[in-house]
């Protein structure tokens, strides 16, 4: 067996400052040309981004936004600038298609969670499916490392940032459906990694924004938020990723992804964990907005982080952590031992990492670029959309009455269909052929869109009442700062309801808005619940509501 010893003569050529670059990963855009960025704040231009990986030598790249085809090139082109084999890694817990047009785009894990309620079996074999589907498209696209699944236990209805990304609400679940993703995801050469350690399920805060304070004692931890990343441990889970939160009961004074106590002495102590340790992105409000762009890289390693993620300013992290080298604040040891758990770690992704003799670790690649064939034999193949049918179909929630609101709608009739949503400008799965626009238009409703861009004057006026079927897009998302609904949605809700317009209801993604709903809704107001948001979702909510 090969020991972290053995490992680490292989880093020594590289000077202090490359060593510390390989613990870097950088945030840059999927799209092939600058004038398509859509987070120029975050995401480098061209140039820049070129510089980080030639000259400066960063470890890896996570990127988000384009279509599959040009995240494959992409990648493709990324490798062949680096001189040490990059990780390529995303936030695809949904599938690669949640971030990358073109490719499968699951519902969020909590629907595999309500799977689970009737009939635990099949859901395993459903999450061990998903796993596999999306470590074979990450790969066909030259993602290597999967930044999921996320092992957070969603006990908090109010969670702005977790939410229905979490597989449920009990560790036991939780547990169970994550590390059989992990298994199938294991099929293949990538990286998987479990978040956001030490639990980030408990907290009504995001930390995109500030700093969440979790009060629980350390019994209730081990009771319910370290099983789930003591489970993926077990399982073989490559690298688990810290959490931007504040835990008196571990450390009063730093938080976990700052703590040396929760790092080290909890997550490699306690748990037993001799995998990568990364950080989550340095650049959310939770670290940036208190502790800067560079002092936090230093403490991070301090804690013990193998990979710094996101730092708002790379080249300044990096000269940070040097500096604290040369000054004895951090040991070069601490940086040989995460470089030789980089190594280890790489070291699995072997079968697509060409190696040989050449300058460039990836210079025997195809100089024409990749080849388009196998791309398309590995993205959306009709087993994989099959699959994420299956889950939402599986995991939906349908009340339709014999005797139904809807029914009673006449084709002469004005009717309507209403769609909230907190901002459609940044919602590409809503544009004018997606199935909530056009199915209900082909059955004769005009479209109305509010969200929260709509001028004040506007919402809640009507010329006169009409019968409206009411589709709601609410779910936890990042930067948003809440969970539940907006004052506009619960508004049109009540609104409809007592001017007795409402005669339908479609929630897509939270399941919590729609418990909130039921008590008030009346029984011959037919229902759909889908976890799912995308057209796929869209088309089987509406269809299954839209019977003749």
């Not at 009737?118 to 499916?129: G, I, K, S, T, V």
């Not at 590995?378 to 339709?400: E, I, K, N, W």
Request: net charge negative; hydrophobic share 45%.
């Amino acid at each position: 067996m090969t020991t972290r010893a053995q490992l680490r003569p292989q880093w020594e050529y590289l000077s202090l400052p490359q060593q510390v670059a390989q613990m870097v990963v950088v945030r840059a855009s999927g799209y092939w040309c600058d004038h398509q960025i859509q987070y120029p704040a975050w995401e480098p231009p061209l140039e820049t981004l070129r510089y980080w990986v030639e000259d400066l030598g960063v470890g890896g790249v996570i990127l988000l936004g384009g279509s599959a085809a040009e995240v494959a090139g992409r990648s493709h082109w990324l490798q062949s600038l680096a001189e040490l084999p990059l990780l390529i890694a995303a936030d695809v817990e949904e599938g690669v298609g949640q971030r990358f047009a073109g490719a499968t785009w699951f519902p969020p894990p909590m629907a595999l969670g309500e799977l689970a309620k009737r009939d635990l079996p099949a859901a395993l074999r459903d999450a061990e499916a998903m796993g596999a589907a999306l470590a074979q498209e990450a790969l066909a696209v030259g993602i290597n490392w999967v930044l999921a699944p996320v092992v957070d236990v969603n006990n908090n209805p109010a969670n702005p940032v977790i939410n229905v990304r979490a597989f449920g609400d009990t560790p036991e679940i939780v547990s169970k459906l994550s590390t059989a993703f992990i298994r199938g995801a294991q099929r293949f050469p990538v990286l998987t990694c479990a978040k956001h350690f030490p639990g980030h399920g408990d907290t009504a805060t995001d930390s995109h924004l500030d700093l969440p304070l979790i009060p629980h004692g350390l019994t209730r931890l081990e009771q319910v938020e370290f099983p789930p990343f003591q489970a993926a441990i077990a399982q073989g889970v490559d690298s688990v990723m810290s959490a931007h939160l504040l835990i008196p009961a571990l450390d009063e004074r730093w938080p976990a992804t700052l703590s040396r106590r929760i790092l080290t002495g909890q997550l490699r102590g306690r748990l037993g964990f001799d995998g990568l340790v990364s950080t989550d992105a340095l650049v959310m409000g939770a670290i940036a907005n208190h502790y800067g762009p560079h002092e936090a890289a230093v403490l991070a390693v301090e804690a013990g982080a193998d990979i710094l993620l996101m730092p708002a300013d790379p080249e300044g992290a990096i000269r940070a952590v040097c500096d604290a080298v040369a000054s004895g604040r951090i040991a070069p040891a601490r940086i040989q031992d995460s470089l030789a758990r980089l190594q280890q770690a790489k070291s699995k992704l072997r079968p697509q990492m060409p190696t040989g003799g050449t300058s460039h670790a990836w210079e025997n690649l195809p100089p024409a670029g990749f080849d388009i064939e196998p791309l398309m034999a590995h993205l959306a193949q009709p087993q994989a959309q099959h699959l994420a049918t299956d889950l939402l179909q599986g995991s939906m929630r349908v009340h339709v009455p014999t005797r139904s609101r809807l029914q009673d709608l006449t084709l002469a009739a004005p009717r309507r269909t209403l769609i909230v949503l907190d901002d459609v400008l940044e919602r590409e799965f809503l544009n004018r052929t997606a199935p909530a626009i056009a199915l209900p238009r082909q059955r004769g409703l005009r479209v109305e869109i509010v969200d929260g861009h709509t001028p004040a004057g506007l919402v809640l006026q009507e010329p006169s009442p009409t019968p409206t079927l009411l589709q709601l897009f609410v779910r936890g998302n990042p930067f948003r700062g809440s969970a539940g609904l907006s004052q506009l949605a619960a508004g049109w809700f009540q609104h409809l309801l007592d001017t007795q317009q409402l005669v339908g209801l479609v929630v897509y993604g939270s399941p919590y808005i729609l418990e909130q709903f039921l008590p008030q809704l009346p029984t011959e107001v037919p229902y759909v619940f889908t976890y799912g948001q995308m057209a796929q979702a869209q088309a089987i909510a509406l269809q299954t509501l839209l019977v003749d």
